[in-house]
């Protein structure tokens, strides 16, 4: 790998994530693989999952759902998950869950989603201006599928991105919907109800949305320690230790981006530090 152009410091990836489990889920194999060909890679977590699954998932609201252990809980996984991904500065902003779109968590105003935008993309650009970032990865517009804090971390990040002019690059993390219906495929060839495992619908972007596909084959075994390391949200993805070894290297060997003001038919690339290096 070639060095940094003078001045610029370190090789620096930046990902920006609304929950513990978000980094693993979406960009887990993108992070170990660049930690290892020797890229810095930061994390930051914009609230600590409060309105996660309690001890036997016990969902918010629930009698038993105490959300300060759930935070306790879940930000000991995200520091076990930043470790096996090779993370080198984990970067907690500590606001609170502001729950799925819809749930009653949402009103609250001291919720991540309701926090006033400045104040967010403040704290993200201070951390720009800390690590000085080549490429940052965050969520597109809808947040990836929705979710009012996904949204936030959006906003915050392109925001703080715009306000320092530090990042190079700025990716949205996302997944194809021809790889959702391959996935579908293998599944029903597996002889496993898709269904039945919450893969359901038309989920993805449209494929000319996509840029850029890292390959992180090499890293599935991790990725994947990364997510059980979560142990507490399991049931969010435990369906992975009922699929067929292949089929689990299908859904996690390969993880997608948009780049953010990307050329006009700009496609196929596949690094993020695309003539940055």
């Known amino acids: 790998m070639s060095a940094p152009a003078a001045g610029k410091g370190p090789l620096t990836l930046m990902a920006v994530h609304a929950h513990p489990d978000d980094e693993a889920i979406g960009t887990g194999g993108t992070l170990a693989r660049y930690s290892a060909e020797g890229v810095r890679t930061v994390l930051v977590t914009c609230t600590n999952g409060e309105q996660g699954d309690d001890s036997g998932g016990v969902k918010p609201g629930e009698d038993g759902h105490d959300p300060a252990e759930v935070a306790e809980r879940r930000l000991a996984e995200l520091r076990r998950?930043?470790?096996?991904?090779g993370v080198a500065q984990l970067e907690l902003l500590g606001y609170r869950d502001s729950g799925m779109d819809g749930w009653a968590a949402n009103r609250d105003?001291?919720?991540?989603?309701?926090?006033?935008?400045?104040?967010?993309?403040?704290?993200?650009?201070?951390?720009?201006?800390?690590?000085?970032?080549?490429?940052?990865?965050?969520?597109?517009?809808?947040?990836?599928y929705g979710h009012?804090?996904?949204?936030?971390?959006?906003?915050?990040?392109?925001?703080?991105a715009e306000a320092t002019g530090i990042p190079e690059k700025v990716y949205y993390s996302t997944f194809p919907r021809s790889a959702f219906a391959d996935l579908r495929r293998r599944l029903e060839e597996a002889g496993i109800n898709a269904e039945e495992l919450g893969l359901s619908g038309d989920f993805g972007v449209p494929d000319d949305v996509v840029t850029t596909t890292v390959d992180v084959s090499g890293y599935v075994a991790?990725?994947?320690?990364?997510?059980?390391?979560?142990?507490?949200?399991?049931?969010?993805?435990?369906?992975?230790?009922?699929?067929?070894?292949?089929v689990v290297a299908l859904g996690l060997s390969r993880e997608w981006f948009t780049l953010r003001a990307a050329p006009a038919g700009l496609s196929g690339e596949e690094d993020l530090f695309a003539g940055l290096r």
Do not use: W
């Open 81 to 85: 998950a930043a470790e096996l991904l």
């Open 148 to 160: 009012p804090d996904h949204i936030q971390a959006h906003r915050a990040t392109v925001a703080a």
């Open 109 to 144: 105003p001291g919720v991540f989603c309701n926090v006033p935008l400045a104040d967010a993309a403040g704290r993200v650009a201070a951390l720009m201006h800390r690590y000085r970032p080549q490429v940052v990865v965050t969520y597109d517009e809808q947040g990836g």
């Open 222 to 246: 991790r990725k994947r320690e990364a997510l059980f390391a979560h142990e507490s949200q399991s049931r969010n993805f435990g369906f992975f230790t009922r699929l067929p070894d292949e």
